[in-house]
């Protein structure tokens, strides 16, 4: 049996994973099948390594991963950071003081760089999910150690709205990013996933043509550009549909292995 992709990156939130955060035994047989076909499958997340590694380590996951929306490379089987790549905090200060110049006051949550990395969450910041997180009150504390990522969410925009307005206030000092329902990030300028993956890719020995992505939200947008193929679930964000080579069904109903099993013919 032959498999026309060497490398297959999959999206966590969304697309991998059912709303219960479980990926379901056909997927896993489908992943499993390829796998033995001779293609390597790689987890690209917006999530950093603390919130991944559970899901990795029940997925029985050896290989690598490319977490925090591509500012780290980790090796599942050995627990160990490869590349981690900071955001400069003097820049996003900056960057934060021009979006609230143009939206008013932002409720905030930080990720922590590191294995171990806490999230600090502010007064305001609704978390989605039962994740570990560490409540601050004084906006202070998110300088006092390096970051991968700022979160930022708006009392009355929607996250479209938010991340447009970032870009246009600070898209010179960060890169913005929207992951998820509620999850517009402010990342290093010039991070994004398909630099996480390419980085990966390499260690791998592998290319992106020889690649075919799986996503469901803009924070996808440079994976599909990057990679051979973009395989969008039904439950994609529209802007992420509109540049997909396919549209596959959703998360909840084996999207990756419905692509896969025909693949594998």
Partial sequence: MTFPYRLIATDLDG????SDESVSPRTRDALAAATEAGAAHIVVTGRAVPWTRHILDDLGYQGLAVCGQGAQVYHAGEHRLLTSVTLDRQLAGVA???IEAEVGPLYLAASRDGLDGEV???PGYALTGALPSTPFTDASDLWTAPLNKIYIQHPDLTDDELA????RAA???VTVA???EGIVELLPLGLS???GLSLAARRLGMKAADTIA?????NDLPMFAWAARGVAMANAHEELKAVADEVTASNEEDGIAVVLERLLG
């Fill in 171 to 173: 898209g010179g000092f």
């Fill in 164 to 167: 447009e307005a970032a870009r």
């Fill in 15 to 18: 697309t991998l994973l059912r």
């Fill in 120 to 122: 600090l969450v502010g």
């Fill in 214 to 218: 799986f996503g469901d939200m803009p």
């Fill in 96 to 98: 934060l003081a021009k």
């Fill in 193 to 195: 996933k398909a630099t």
């Fill in 178 to 180: 929207m992951a998820g």
